[in-house]
């Protein structure tokens, strides 16, 4: 009776133990149904956006989840950012996410996520064109990604100038570009950069003290030097989730642009660069901006 008891008791772990085995191995197994693009939006019935905000909670939902599983596949994402993407062109939240997700998401990065990336990013530069809007984050994030995960590097100028002739305060990203186009050796560009950004501050500068700044940035020796640094905080910075940023600052630590910055300012230097530093703006005979945009 008691041999009974015992068989009865190790036959009942090992079921139970079988069971518990088969209830993971389901768990495990992420099964969702999402329609495809074009039915999305017939049920949508009319409300296309509102269906979107539905499908990217449920998307952010669904990469934190993947984003905490070792076994990460992500391999609804693609689907989730197709949906959206569809369903709400105009939804500038959800480009600033997928620039990031396709690549900052704690797996391999592969050259096709990094095109997901940036091919959502151009999307929605291109929508947000057609109603004649332009959103800050979406410009910079595709300059960081051209300029991080790409060897075409240059590619990359093209946005970060875009954000800083859009927006007053990003009139700083010229600089930004200016050093990228220092690092592929393209001084004629760096140079061009710099004396735009100067120019541009010339002509909004509420006092003399910015344009004495200015002056400063442009005749800098460490600006090159100090550029990555800048780089790496300000691209971080555009990460709201603390997990997330993690994995970008390690990206950033291993990316060989990153660690290949100037360590001097080996360029010669422009000659209209050196004729701008020239400016003596304690002159009192001619107002400050003028007489930076005379000397450029």
Request: charged share 20%.
């Given at each position: 009776m008691i041999t009974l008891l015992i068989v009865l008791i190790i036959g009942s772990v090992l079921i139970?133990?079988?069971?518990?085995?088969?209830?993971?191995?389901?768990?495990?197994?992420?099964?969702r149904y999402l329609p495809e693009p074009q039915v999305a939006n017939v049920l949508a019935f009319g409300f296309r956006e509102a269906l979107a905000d539905f499908y990217w909670i449920d998307a952010i939902n669904y990469f934190g989840e993947q984003l905490?599983?070792?076994?990460?596949?992500?391999?609804?994402l693609?689907?989730?950012?197709?949906?959206?993407?569809?369903?709400?062109?105009?939804?500038?939240?959800?480009?600033?996410?997928?620039?990031?997700?396709?690549?900052?998401?704690?797996?391999?990065?592969?050259?096709?996520?990094?095109?997901?990336?940036?091919?959502?990013?151009?999307?929605?530069?291109?929508?947000?064109?057609?109603?004649?809007?332009?959103?800050r984050n979406m410009i910079v994030k595709g300059a960081f990604n051209y300029a991080i995960e790409t060897t075409v590097v240059k590619n990359a100028l093209a946005y970060f100038a875009l954000a800083a002739r859009s927006f007053r305060s990003e009139r700083g990203m010229l600089l930004v570009a200016?050093?990228?186009?220092?690092s592929q050796n393209l001084p004629a560009v760096a140079?061009?950069?710099?004396?735009?950004?100067?120019?541009?501050?010339?002509?909004?500068?509420?006092?003399?003290?910015?344009?004495?700044?200015?002056?400063?940035?442009?005749?800098?020796?460490?600006m090159n030097v100090e550029a990555g640094e800048f780089v790496k905080a300000l691209r971080i910075k555009m990460e709201s989730e603390e997990d997330v940023r993690k994995i970008v600052e390690k990206r950033?630590?291993?990316?060989?642009?990153q660690k290949k910055n100037p360590t001097s300012n080996?360029?010669?230097?422009?000659?209209?660069?050196?004729?701008?530093?020239?400016?003596?703006?304690?002159r009192t005979w001619m107002p400050a901006d003028m007489l930076a945009l005379f000397s450029l």
């Open positions: 139970k133990q079988r069971l518990d085995q088969s209830r993971a191995n389901r768990a495990a197994v992420d099964i905490l599983n070792k076994g990460r596949t992500y391999k609804y693609k689907s989730y950012t197709e949906l959206i993407f569809n369903l709400d062109p105009h939804f500038a939240y959800f480009y600033d996410w997928a620039a990031t997700a396709f690549i900052y998401n704690a797996a391999p990065v592969t050259r096709e996520n990094v095109i997901n990336s940036i091919s959502y990013i151009n999307y929605g530069i291109q929508k947000f064109n057609e109603i004649y809007r332009y959103d200016s050093s990228y186009a220092h140079a061009a950069l710099k004396l735009e950004y100067f120019g541009t501050i010339a002509f909004e500068a509420q006092s003399k003290s910015e344009l004495t700044y200015a002056l400063q940035v442009l005749s800098s020796s460490r950033l630590e291993e990316n060989p642009l080996s360029l010669p230097v422009d000659p209209r660069i050196e004729n701008t530093l020239q400016i003596e703006l304690s």
